[in-house]
């Protein structure tokens, strides 16, 4: 069984109001979810105190939900609650990803997901950031975008192609023949270069110094943030990367910078190649990522640093769960 919320608001506390309004809620969870009326099982609803004219769970049934067990329910006053207002849950007889639906005032109760929203985590490599947007992206059922793939694609097709990647001269040439996509496939990323998924072999340790050399060209840069944008004006995403929130997105509905010590991100890094099958050494791995820091912060365009109003979150001594929790209670408190 899986139970799916919603709300909406009337202008004014009238019978015809209340029917068009819970008759509207209830086709929206209806069409979004996927679901066949004769799946409700059953509707609670609970109106404020200020609604008296009609039950909403009458409205239902007059909408066509005959099938099915209704109630209705009035809530107590609350001093500034939210007015004139309709909430209702579905009880369903199966197992799925519920599509919460929020509409007209009662967007302003959930603004994660009942609107578009852009979401910024930034931080240095290792920090967790990418295990997070994946996470929440997942949770609030809306797109990752894997800003930092865009830029390991470039750096692959250099090294690829025998491109001196400290050569900008020779990097811009190249991205003059670049052919890059992003595409998903079951709400997954794939990094498609040249008409090749390359979503696996850019993750090796050859390619990730090099992409963070050839992402401090401007020329780099603007053609890859040109695109992210593009996909983050069309829907709600999170972006993790290293300038997210100060330049990609710095309009973002949300900004996070997650760090960690260096031992921190290293070992992280350390476990993650070695269960890839990878043959690393720890050391020269811990000085690589203090060396890609420095350049990474010190790069002209754009470097790694926190966006004024991002949220600051140490992960060293935390767990995946309890970054993610910090996270969504931050976001909760900003709704």
Not at 8 to 30: H, P
Not at 213 to 223: A, D, F, G, N
Request: proline share 2%; glycine share 6%; aromatic share 6%.
């Amino acid at each position: 069984m899986t139970v799916i919320r919603g709300a909406t608001t009337i202008a004014q506390d009238d019978k015809e109001e209340i029917r068009k309004a819970v008759g509207e809620l209830l086709e929206q969870i209806e069409s979004r979810n996927g679901l066949a009326r004769s799946e409700v099982m059953s509707i609670v609803f609970s109106s404020t105190s200020d609604i008296h004219s009609y039950y909403p769970a009458k409205a239902a049934r007059e909408a066509g939900f005959e099938s099915c067990s209704l109630f209705s329910a009035q809530e107590p006053e609350i001093d500034g609650g939210l007015k004139l207002c309709i909430r209702a849950m579905l009880f369903v007889e199966k197992n799925l990803t519920p599509t919460h639906v929020y509409l007209r005032g009662a967007k302003s109760l959930r603004k994660d997901i009942a609107q578009k929203i852009n979401i910024a985590i930034d931080g240095p490599a290792g920090s967790g950031k990418s295990t997070i947007a994946k996470r929440l992206a997942e949770d609030l059922h809306i797109l990752y975008l894997d800003t930092g793939a865009m830029y390991r694609a470039c750096a692959l097709k250099a090294l690829d192609a025998g491109i001196d990647v400290e050569s900008e001269e020779q990097i811009c040439d190249m991205l003059r023949g670049l052919s890059l996509n992003i595409e998903y496939e079951n709400g997954a990323q794939k990094t498609v270069l040249d008409g090749k998924d390359v979503s696996e072999e850019i993750r090796r340790p050859r390619v990730s110094m090099a992409a963070s050399t050839v992402s401090k060209y401007r020329s780099v840069r603007l053609k890859m943030v040109e695109k992210q944008r593009e996909i983050a004006q069309k829907m709600s995403c999170v972006l993790d990367g290293r300038d997210i929130g100060t330049f990609v997105l710095p309009e973002a509905d949300f900004k996070f910078y997650l760090t960690a010590s260096p031992e921190v991100r290293a070992k992280r890094r350390y476990d993650e190649l070695v269960a890839k099958g990878y043959s690393v050494d720890f050391d020269a791995l811990r000085e690589e990522i203090v060396r890609r820091d420095e350049q990474d912060m010190n790069r002209e365009i754009a470097p790694l640093k926190q966006a004024d109003d991002a949220v600051l979150v140490d992960t060293s001594d935390l767990t995946v769960e309890e970054v993610l929790k910090t996270v969504k209670r931050k976001m909760q408190e900003r709704i």
